[in-house]
């Protein structure tokens, strides 16, 4: 059984920044896709970015320059170092796991295993 849990959701300024970090355990193998999403304002949860099992990165590219992905020490851990932020980063992230991603890195429906989600809140 593969669980997968968020951490590092707080309150802060607008400008600051955070740093967010998922682990995974129940893995069989080392290699395999991370992905984060949030869901902010009334939007569907979108991606965020993506480390694949070969290692390909892949950002939303409105988000990319801000935000900032990469595994942790541990394989089966992702970290999201996020700057400059904004009230419209408010939401909920979300952590997610699949075999491979690829070109659908995107696609919520590629990752079957997800965690329950770290708030982020950014005042004005």
């Known amino acids: 059984q593969v669980h997968v849990a968020e951490s590092g959701g707080d309150l802060v300024e607008s400008g600051g920044s955070l740093t967010l970090s998922c682990e995974t355990s129940?893995?069989?193998?080392?290699?395999?896709?991370m992905a984060w999403f949030r869901q902010v304002s009334d939007k569907g949860r979108e991606a965020v970015a993506s480390?694949?099992?070969?290692?390909?990165?892949n950002y939303d590219d409105s988000l990319k320059g801000r935000f900032t992905v990469s595994r942790g020490t541990a394989k089966n851990s992702l970290i999201l170092a996020m700057s400059d932020l904004t009230p419209a980063d408010s939401g909920m992230y979300y952590c997610?796991?699949?075999?491979?991603?690829?070109?659908?890195?995107?696609?919520?429906?590629?990752?079957?295993?997800w965690g329950q989600g770290t708030r982020v809140t950014v005042s004005s």
């Open positions: 997610a796991a699949t075999w491979a991603c690829g070109r659908a890195w995107a696609a919520s429906n590629v990752y079957g295993y």
């Open positions: 129940g893995w069989t193998r080392t290699d395999f896709c």
């Open positions: 480390i694949d099992s070969d290692g390909q990165i």
